[in-house]
């Protein structure tokens, strides 16, 4: 005859991998015990305690919820996006009409100004551009040289910045403006080679990081284009 330990059953340690497993390889076990299931309860932090069944109606309810904040996120981003095609499509008519490259600049501030920014600048980098002198357009040109510690502390490896710019910043490439909040910088250029535009704001919390970007890479690859009708490059 045994002893009393060899009659005790082993207990099995039951955790929350283990009763898993189990719903999984019985996935009947709910239809089974339907009626135990209705009577089960769950803690609630409000509630103190809910029934298995309005837990998990409980859970549905704030899925739908989410999804319906997705969708509605969704359709505001495409409104947006829309908008935005629609503005783009009337800049490039406008600069496209310009009788000079000053005509072109003068739109694009003024395109600037109708957003209530406080204007629109282009940089372009003497490297890449003949814009020496006689050249009407040394105003525009910026060493890549002079500006390659800022790119590499406020771009890093993106072709944009949005945010802040310090004294010594605004001076390379704003030296005229006055109460610069904010700023949108985008590098032109496959490579981020052919110069910096720039879209300015008073408001400091104007640009900001991880604001949208899909306005300005359009622009940033459409410009130089145009430049080139009054501009050489090297």
Do not use: C
């Amino acid at each position: 005859m045994n002893n009393l330990d060899d009659q005790i059953e082993p207990v099995i340690a039951l955790d929350d991998d283990s009763v898993m497993q189990y719903l999984l390889q019985n996935p009947d076990f709910f239809i089974r015990n339907a009626r135990s299931v209705e009577q089960m309860h769950v803690p609630h932090p409000v509630k103190g305690s809910i029934s298995l069944v309005e837990w998990q109606l409980g859970r549905q309810r704030h899925q739908i919820a989410q999804l319906e904040e997705e969708i509605t996120l969704l359709m505001e981003q495409a409104s947006i996006n829309e908008s935005l095609f629609g503005r783009m499509i009337e800049l490039q008519a406008t600069l496209a009409a310009a009788s000079s490259l000053q005509d072109m600049l003068n739109r694009l501030q003024r395109w600037a100004r109708s957003l209530g920014l406080a204007g629109a600048n282009v940089r372009l980098f003497s490297e890449g551009w003949r814009i020496g002198a006689p050249s009407d357009f040394t105003h525009l040109a910026v060493s890549r040289s002079a500006f390659e510690s800022m790119r590499i502390q406020r771009l890093g490896e993106t072709p944009h910045y949005l945010g802040g710019l310090n004294g010594p910043e605004l001076l390379l490439l704003l030296p005229q403006a006055k109460a610069v909040g904010s700023v949108a910088l985008s590098l032109m250029g496959e490579h981020g080679e052919l110069g910096v535009l720039i879209f300015s704001s008073r408001d400091p919390q104007h640009y900001q990081p991880g604001m949208g970007t899909v306005l300005l890479d359009q622009l940033a690859k459409m410009l130089p284009g145009l430049l080139e009708r009054w501009i050489e490059r090297v």
